[in-house]
């Protein structure tokens, strides 16, 4: 195909080319095939399904992808790439399920980790020379903080180290890490792929064929493929992700600017506002500011907990990247504590920002200043 913007991309690729094909790749929930084609057994190989919803995410972010059963599969994977005894370094604000599998085998004597913050920029250029696994996240969730990925991908590596970026919160429209420098994109399609909260899945990206090799081989011995209706439905959800991303991100701007000036609240983590300590990084490495923003309201635990039951149009619910805005008090899960009590999560939702901010204001009149 010639070289489509990523917006005609999404609608565009991963499509039947036979004529009297359907436009769109059927779920096609087989494990066997009849002998004498390419395809034998699926976990060994791969369905039209997850090879759709491959093409369409590597072709974005300028590599090849690999599908799994979820995003931390797809994490699950590259740590699989280490060798006993190995040096992780990790971001000291992340994904609390990854950060989990990596402190996991640490105290079960795999491997040692290292935790840096993600804005420390010359101490991860530093690490770059020593760790096996650098593991990025930015943003990081839900700190909202940005890493300096050009610089820190620039570092020299030690022999045979991987550097994996949890693209998650950018998503493959507003940040490719494997053009910053990254071997390897990382994302959970659970989230903005799928864009609906009705999916689990996840994706990694490279452009290195040995390492998607060996990628192959974790979710073939490991077992971790992806469901069918589960890639049937995180490709048809890659098919408006920029319709989606463009309004979310627009009533996330709005909103950070709203919560900045409320009364109710103490801080506001954006990296589209100008208070954010990496905004000017942000502005450069991203393509937009995504539709993620962290805020500590205040009052403490009680308040921001008080905040969530009075929500009525945002879902006072965990997770993030749908259609619909979601809201947590990330502080109240396992492996969250070190985060401040009061800070509440909120992924913007594609609905309209009057609304949005209407049940934003009504939630906060409960916080006494
Ligand atoms: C949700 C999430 C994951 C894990 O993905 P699952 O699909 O839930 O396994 C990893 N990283 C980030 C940033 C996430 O938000």
Redesign the pocket.
């Known amino acids: 195909m010639a070289k489509l913007t990523p917006q005609s991309w999404l609608v565009a690729a991963g499509r039947p080319q036979e004529p009297g094909s359907p436009l769109n790749v059927p779920p096609v929930p087989a494990s066997n095939y009849s002998m004498g084609g390419k395809r034998v057994y699926s976990r060994d190989g791969s369905t039209p399904t997850w090879e759709a919803l491959e093409e369409i995410v590597g072709g974005l972010e300028g590599g090849d992808a690999i599908a799994f059963s ?6 699950a994977a590259v740590f699989d790439q280490l060798d006993a005894g190995a040096l992780i370094t990790l971001p000291s604000d ?2 609390q ?2 950060a989990g599998l990596a402190l996991d085998g640490a105290s079960k004597g795999r491997w040692r980790v290292e935790r840096i913050a993600v804005e420390q920029t010359t101490a991860w250029v530093e690490a770059a020379s020593k760790a096996d696994l650098l593991w990025l ?1 930015s943003p ?2 839900p700190l909202l903080a940005i890493a300096d990925l050009k610089t820190i991908c620039a570092a020299p590596r030690k022999p045979g180290a991987i550097l994996a970026v ?1 693209n ?2 950018a998503t493959p429209l507003n940040q490719s890490p494997l053009k910053l420098g990254a071997d390897v994109s ?6 903005f792929i799928g864009g609906h909260s009705d999916l ?3 994706l990694l990206v490279t452009k290195d064929a040995a390492l998607l090799e060996n990628f192959r081989q974790s979710r073939t011995l490991g077992g971790s493929t992806p469901g069918a209706l589960e890639a049937f439905l995180a490709v048809r959800g890659l098919r408006t992700l920029a319709l989606r991303l463009a309004t979310a991100q627009e009533n996330a701007g709005r909103l950070a600017q709203w919560l900045e000036s409320h009364p109710g609240v103490e801080l506001v983590r954006y990296p589209g506002l100008k208070s954010h300590p990496s905004h000017a990084m942000a502005a450069g490495q991203l393509d937009g500011f995504g539709s993620m923003i962290s805020f500590d309201v205040k009052g403490g635990a009680d308040s921001a907990d008080e905040v969530c039951r009075q929500l009525r149009l945002i879902r006072h619910a965990t ?3 749908g259609v619909e805005s979601t809201m947590e008090r990330r502080a109240a899960n396992e492996g969250q504590e070190y985060l401040p009590d009061a800070l509440l999560r909120l992924s913007v939702g594609i609905e309209s920002f009057e609304d949005l901010r209407a049940d934003l204001a009504t939630a906060l009149a409960v916080v006494s200043e």
Request: glycine residues 14%.
């Open positions: 979820s995003g931390m599969a797809a994490a992340c994904y399920g990854v996240e990081s969730n949890d998650t919160f990382m994302h959970s399609a659970t989230k689990l899945a996840g997770s993030l990247g």
